[in-house]
């Protein structure tokens, strides 16, 4: 009778350690980009078209290295985002930011890949030699890997954040933080409309960095007896 008193523990992946493997390994996709490249600055999509093909000719290396471990961070994302939906439904939310959540996560899991897939078919100099298709596939990473990355990241943080307000079980300070990343997420659409607005895609993902782990640290591991016997029921 006393150990059915007992909190249940979540049987998952810790999300800590999930959240340090993807940021560290887009970290190491823009430090080894950067290395590779000899600390030459990734080609602007909006710049001279003659200087954004010297740059991806230069430097096909760096661009599949760097898209390598891109592509790797993705991977960390997506499990981090199925583990911290499974256990806000474990800690007993039945709410619809749950899912939310979830699609938000996995689509910016499947944009991160998409971009750094991109990236990678730009080092193939049969690809950066025709101008339609350079411009092409250095628009759709930089789209891919920006604002469709923000927007769907911005779903993942306010999924989690709403949830955690009602349900209690996040700080107030961590909450009211990642409502504050996910609004720069969604605002990042303005983006395709008035260029001044990509301030908020290193707002969202750098800032996304320090909530993924922030919330990997604090997100209960056990729920009481009363969110087990909700989830008996259910």
């Known amino acids: 009778m006393k150990s059915s008193q007992r909190p249940r523990r979540f049987a998952g992946p ?3 350690p999930v959240a340090l493997a993807h940021v560290l390994l887009f970290a190491a996709s823009l430090a080894v980009g950067a290395i590779l490249r000899h600390g030459s600055e990734y080609a602007n999509p909006y710049g001279p078209i003659e200087d954004v093909q010297r ?18 961070s993705a991977v960390p994302l997506g499990i981090y985002t199925a583990t911290v939906a499974s256990r806000l439904r474990f800690l007993g939310v039945r709410a ?13 899991s499947v944009a991160l890949a998409a971009s750094a897939l991109c990236s990678w078919v730009l080092s193939v100099p049969e690809v950066n030699s025709s101008i339609t298709t350079l411009r092409l596939m250095h ?14 990241f911005g779903l993942l943080v306010a999924g989690v954040s709403v949830t955690s307000l009602f349900a209690r079980l ?34 969202t993902r750098f800032g996304g960095f ?14 009481g007896t009363h969110d087990r016997e909700s989830n008996a029921l259910e």
């Open 170 to 203: 996040l700080p107030r300070w961590l909450i009211w933080f990642g409502l504050l990343i996910a609004l720069a997420g969604e605002l990042s659409s303005i983006s395709l409309v008035a260029y001044p607005m990509t301030f908020t895609l290193p707002l």
């Open 14 to 16: 810790a999300l800590l």
């Open 55 to 72: 740059f991806f000719r230069a430097n096909p290396n760096a661009l599949r290295w760097s898209a390598f471990l891109s592509l790797g």
């Open 139 to 152: 628009f759709l990473s930089f789209l891919a890997g920006g604002v469709a990355f923000a927007i769907s």
């Open 96 to 108: 619809a930011g749950t899912n939310i959540a979830l699609f938000g996560g996995f689509a910016a």
């Open 210 to 223: 320090l909530w993924l782990i922030a919330v990997g640290a604090e997100l209960p591991k056990a729920g």
